[in-house]
């Protein structure tokens, strides 16, 4: 199984809302990512987890708050976003934390920010 | 980490040969190279990676001349399903994943 799912595929919540992002792999990955892209741009790192803690933080505003309940897991739990933060949110992961590694990336959860 | 330079876009027709090239002056003795795929409103899909020659998988040729300071994807006999956004990335054991701009191909019938 080298798929990494991601649910849900679509979200519109307000400014107001708490909402969460999921994200499962069963690859026996160690290295988690979320990553942010806006359209027609790149996808941006935003964090990295490894063996479950995080690693590296991309000076993420603290309303995105990212979790890793386990090794198959990902969390992003969503609070008090702006209209800005509307994007597509992909999840991936990879053997290690390297850029050497393939790094198996999910289809994304679009979120749109009203 | 070292940057990387690829065309904005390029155009194909079905059943040609496509090489995006990716230039990549300041590439570090223990970096790697790989190539990433991606379809509108998908995650980004591993293509191939390599450190210096040639590599083949089943889907694309990775060309690497011995400066290593680009580098060339090669598409043999494009579809029209392979018209997508093309990444190159150069990074080493400890470097993370930057996505540069991306190669738009768009392949016509």
């Known amino acids: 199984d080298t798929e990494v799912t991601q649910t849900p595929k679509h979200l519109v919540m307000g400014m107001t809302n708490k909402k969460s992002l999921k994200c499962e792999q069963h690859?026996?990955?160690?290295?988690m990512y979320w990553y942010k892209q806006k359209a027609k741009k790149p996808p941006e790192l935003m964090f990295v987890?490894?063996?479950?803690?995080?690693?590296i933080n991309e000076s993420v505003p603290s309303r995105f708050s990212p979790e890793c309940p386990n090794s198959s897991l990902l969390n992003l739990h969503l609070h008090a976003l702006q209209p800005e933060d509307s994007a597509l949110y992909l999840c991936?992961?990879?053997?290690?934390?390297?850029?050497?590694?393939?790094?198996?990336f999910g289809p994304g959860t679009r979120l749109t920010v009203t | 980490l070292a940057k990387t330079t690829q065309p904005i876009s390029m155009d194909s027709y079905e059943g040609q040969e496509v090489n995006i090239t990716c230039s990549h002056n300041?590439?570090?003795?223990?970096?790697?190279i790989t190539w990433y795929q991606q379809f509108p409103s998908q995650g980004p899909r591993f293509i191939i990676q390599g450190y210096k020659t040639k590599v083949t998988n089943e889907v694309a040729s990775l060309f690497i001349p011995a400066d290593r300071k680009s580098s060339t994807l090669s598409l043999p006999r494009v579809s029209l399903s392979d018209t997508a956004v093309y990444y190159c990335?150069?990074?080493?054991?400890?470097?993370?994943?930057?996505f540069g701009t991306g190669t738009r191909l768009q392949v016509f019938p």
């Open positions: 987890y490894s063996y479950e803690k995080l690693s």
């Open positions: 690859m026996g990955h160690r290295a």
């Open positions: 300041n590439i570090a003795t223990n970096d790697y």
């Open positions: 990335l150069v990074g080493g054991w400890t470097d993370k994943l930057i």
């Open positions: 991936a992961s990879s053997q290690e934390t390297s850029s050497s590694y393939e790094q198996y």
